[in-house]
């Protein structure tokens, strides 16, 4: 029984725990598998009434802000690559997606019937 199956928290959130918590147990990628974590401290600290409760649960798993994840990892790649880096990620290492508009999918049916 996960030990906070008897504990005072909302029914939800003891759903959602035992959700994350098989989802985290099946996820064969370990990167996903600490985005599932994070979630699973999120929602337990959320549910204690934590006021910053990502932040909390992202600093556990990841040792840092989630501001400084990124940088973070280039860090570490940096590291692990010394002179190699450029070779592999470039001068631009922070990927950006290009700016656009969210389309609803209403919006998108709509626009593809006109």
Same mark, same amino acid.
């Given at each position: 029984?996960?030990?906070?199956?008897? /504990?005072? $928290?909302p029914?939800?959130?003891? +759903?959602?725990l035992?959700? $994350?918590?098989?989802?985290?147990?099946?996820?064969?990628d370990?990167?996903?598998?600490?985005? =599932?974590?994070?979630?699973w401290?999120? =929602?337990?600290?959320?549910a204690?009434g934590e &006021?910053?409760?990502?932040?909390?649960?992202?600093?556990a798993?990841?040792?840092?802000?989630?501001?400084? =994840?990124?940088p973070?990892i %280039?860090?570490?790649?940096?590291?692990?690559?010394?002179?190699?880096?450029?070779?592999?990620?470039?001068?631009?290492? %922070?990927?950006?997606?290009?700016? +656009? &508009?969210?389309?609803?999918? /209403?919006?998108?049916?709509a626009?593809?019937?006109?």
């Amino acid at each position: 029984m996960p030990p906070f199956a008897s /504990s005072p $928290l909302p029914a939800l959130s003891r +759903r959602l725990l035992a959700r $994350l918590e098989l989802l985290e147990a099946g996820e064969p990628d370990p990167h996903l598998r600490d985005d =599932v974590r994070i979630a699973w401290i999120t =929602v337990l600290n959320a549910a204690r009434g934590e &006021s910053q409760p990502f932040l909390a649960a992202t600093i556990a798993v990841l040792g840092c802000h989630p501001d400084q =994840v990124w940088p973070h990892i %280039v860090e570490q790649r940096r590291c692990l690559l010394g002179r190699e880096y450029e070779k592999f990620y470039g001068e631009g290492a %922070v990927p950006k997606k290009p700016a +656009r &508009s969210v389309l609803l999918r /209403s919006a998108m049916r709509a626009d593809r019937a006109a």
